[in-house]
């Protein structure tokens, strides 16, 4: 998240669990909110080594852009515009960008839907990361 903060625009960037209320929890707009998504364990030839203590899985994040612009509360062409700098600034801040050694670099993922109420938009940027994860070896 701290790779996020300092967008020019961006009120703030929060920590969220449930993407499905971000207008109800009343953070100043335009913000972010980072969510973790899961995970998806790979396998086959490359995936999965030493009897299975070490594997490759890839993590999926949604970085949501939430703003507000009333100007066109119908249609949310006012509110679309207004956010495209905004998401160009994320996408050139996450995509191969690499958290640590253990990390892969951040690429596009599948998002949900984009959400507009009443001037209020949320669009979604899926992340993706592949890590690879060790456990003990068993004799």
Not at 9 to 22: C, E, R, S, Y
Not at 27 to 33: D, E, G, I, V, W
Not at 43 to 51: E, I, L, P, S, T
Not at 107 to 119: C, K, M, R, S, T
Request: charged share 20%.
């Amino acid at each position: 998240m701290a790779r996020l903060a300092g967008i020019p625009g961006i009120k703030d960037v929060h920590p969220t669990a449930n993407l499905d209320d971000l207008f109800e929890q009343g953070k100043p707009l335009p913000a972010l909110f980072v969510a973790y998504r899961g995970y998806t364990p790979l396998q086959g030839d490359g995936h999965v080594a030493m009897a299975g203590a070490m594997q490759h899985i890839d993590t999926h994040w949604a970085v949501v852009l939430a703003a507000r612009n009333v100007r066109d509360v119908q249609t949310g062409a006012a509110a679309r515009q207004d956010a495209q700098p905004l998401l160009d600034a994320i996408i050139k801040r996450c995509m191969g960008w690499k958290a640590s050694k253990a990390h892969g670099e951040l690429y596009l993922d599948p998002a949900g839907e984009v959400q507009f109420l009443a001037g209020k938009i949320a669009i979604p940027l899926g992340f993706r990361c592949r890590q690879t994860l060790s456990g003990a070896l068993n004799p």
